[in-house]
Structure formats: structure tokens, C-alpha cells
């Protein structure tokens, strides 16, 4: 019998955060916090499309330059790294700039910190274990934090259901890829599933970008701006990324992502002049409290959050299943 299409996997390091792992976590936090000051500048000349379309093509033209990223992928897997691809970077680069037409950006963030969270409703669902009670209490911990840190912003910000739901539904895809990309980089490690898993999200971005040409202009700044967003952002944050969930797994790996805003802050502070609210500064308190957390390791499960996601991932087996699909799940 084959591999599911929808395949995940546990990490293979399941003790506390070492030294690596948290110099994994804190790359990727650095590299996507400040990523929405070289989008605000950008945006400053490219509409969302281009900018979607220049950021990942330069991080497949970086991950191109090394050797080990043209190492082969088994055909049986291409299909999932491809899927890996559409549902990690091209929808969510979709969904995002065009769900921001109903829904500001501060809004928008403080969804995106719901990542972790649907990462480990995805685990659960997919891998059919429950969650240790101590990471599942960092999960929450930590989401709480990036609420308080976005809700100064978020108080009067305007926010429909149609971009909320568009939001949701790239987090939800979020959550899904972080547990995707855990059994793929345990077999071929980080470069070639990704330099594959851009491509096809480079395809389905393409027209998208084009379409968005004609109401672009060419300006240095932003064009300088899309350097560090594509090679950094979308090439060397990813691997770093997929390395940290195939050592630890998808829902503690996810945890980087809480520290997203606390960057951001950061770079308000040093290079804007910007004031710090107290909330944001509990909310950072909250972050580092929840990621210690979700970073030791589990011991017994907490069944009354976990239930629920198992009894989702019997329903989703009988549906599809029903559909004629059964090899996906």
C-alpha cells in the first residue's frame, strides 16, 4: 500500500529544545518579523501580486545555487511535495493580499498567530495522538500572547467576515504544511523538498503576478527591498523552518511564528521611534513563557482538547472515503 497524500509525522527529536533548535526558532523569528517592513516598502511600488511573485522566485533562485537542493525526490513523493507547495506558499500569498482588501494588516497578524494552534489540530487529526498536556497549555499560553501584543492595533481596525475567513482558511493551510513538510524533510532533508515545493507554488503564482503588472511601477527602494524578503524570507527562513519541524515536529516547530510580532515590535522600536504599549510587553512575557513550554518535553496527554480532533479525524476518513478517496487520509 502507498503513502497517504496527506502524510504526516512525529519529530525525530522528542526531548526539551537544545541549543539547535532554539537557534532554528530564533533565525526564523528575526528573518519573518522584520519580512513585513521589506512588504510595506515594497508595497510602496508593487502591487501584492508582484511582490508575492518577486519574493518567491528569488527564494527558488537561492535554493537553485545550492548542490544539495537539486539532490533527486522520489516520484511517489513528488505529488506531495508539490501539494507541500501550493498549500505553504501559493495560496497563503494569495490569500493574504487579497483578504487585505476587507481586513487591516494588524487583524490579519494576530490571526496569523494561530498557527500553532491549527498546526496541532492537524497533528492530531492526522497523526490520531493526543496532545501532552504541558505543550498544549504553551500553545494557548503563547497564542494569548500574541493577542495581547496585537490589540492595541487591532482595537477599531477594520475587519469583514470575507477577509477573516480568507485569513483563517491561509492559516489553517499553514497549520496543515508544518506537519506535511515534517515526514518529507526527515527523508530528503530541507533543500530539495523546498526548491521542488516553490516551484509549483511559483507556477500557480505566476499568472497572478502578471495580472498584477500594469499597476506596478519600478522604483530602487522597493526593488532593493524585494532582496532580503525573497532570499531570506521565503528561501533561507523556510529551510530553516522545515529543519526545525522534522527535528521537533509541526506543532512545536509552529511555535516560532509567536515570536513574529515580538520581532516586528522590535524593529518598530530600534529603526521607527516607536512607543511599546504595556499590553504588548505582557504579550511578550506570555510568548517566551508559552514557547519554553511548548519546547519541553511531553509527558501525558490532555484528552479534553485532543477528543474532539480525533473524532474529527474518524469523520474525515468516512467522508472521504465515501468521496472514493481514500488514500488521502
Do not use: K
Not at 522520489?74 to 497563503?92: N, T
Not at 500572547?145 to 481596525?157: F, K, L, R, T, Y
Not at 527535528?247 to 510580532?261: E, K, L, Q, S
Amino acid at each position: 500500500m502507498g503513502r497517504r497524500l496527506l502524510e504526516a509525522g512525529s519529530g525525530s527529536r522528542t526531548e526539551a529544545f537544545g541549543a539547535q533548535e532554539w537557534l532554528l526558532l530564533s533565525g526564523i523569528a528575526v528573518i519573518w518579523g522584520s519580512s513585513f517592513l521589506f512588504i510595506d516598502i515594497g508595497l510602496e511600488a508593487f502591487r501584492p501580486g508582484v511582490v508575492a511573485l518577486a519574493r518567491l522566485g528569488l527564494g527558488v533562485a537561492a535554493l537553485a545555487l545550492f548542490p544539495a537542493a537539486r539532490r533527486p525526490v522520489d516520484r511517489a513523493d513528488l505529488s506531495r511535495v508539490a501539494l507541500l507547495g501550493l498549500i505553504w506558499a501559493g495560496l497563503p500569498l494569495l490569500l493574504f493580499p487579497v483578504a487585505q482588501q476587507w481586513i487591516d494588516s494588524s487583524v490579519a497578524g494576530m490571526l496569523n498567530g494561530a498557527v500553532p494552534l491549527f498546526g496541532a489540530a492537524w497533528a492530531v487529526v492526522l497523526l490520531r495522538r493526543p496532545l501532552g498536556r504541558t505543550q498544549t497549555l504553551g500553545l494557548l499560553v503563547g497564542f494569548a500572547g500574541v493577542v495581547a501584543i496585537s490589540w492595541p492595533e487591532v482595537q477599531g481596525s477594520r475587519a469583514t467576515t470575507l477577509g477573516t475567513g480568507l485569513v483563517v482558511l491561509a492559516v489553517m493551510c499553514y497549520g496543515l504544511a508544518v506537519n506535511l513538510a515534517v515526514p518529507l524533510q526527515q527523508r530528503y532533508g530541507a533543500l530539495p523538498v523546498l526548491l521542488r515545493a516553490q516551484l509549483a507554488a511559483l507556477a500557480m503564482l505566476v499568472p497572478f503576478g502578471l495580472w498584477s503588472l500594469p499597476g506596478s511601477r519600478l522604483a530602487w527602494g522597493p526593488a532593493l527591498a524585494m532582496l532580503p524578503l525573497g532570499i531570506l524570507g521565503t528561501g533561507l527562513a523556510f529551510v530553516l523552518m522545515t529543519t526545525l519541524v522534522g527535528r521537533v515536529g509541526g506543532p512545536r516547530g509552529a511555535v516560532a511564528t509567536y515570536f513574529i510580532p515580538v520581532v516586528a515590535i522590535a524593529l518598530g522600536v530600534v529603526f521607527l521611534d516607536e512607543r511599546v504599549a504595556p499590553a504588548a510587553l505582557l504579550g511578550t512575557a506570555l510568548v517566551l513563557a508559552g514557547a519554553w513550554l511548548a519546547s519541553r518535553r511531553e509527558a501525558r496527554p490532555l484528552w479534553v482538547l485532543t477528543l474532539p480532533c480525533l473524532a474529527a479525524s474518524s469523520w474525515l476518513d468516512h467522508l472521504l472515503r465515501q468521496a472514493g478517496w481514500p488514500e488521502l487520509t
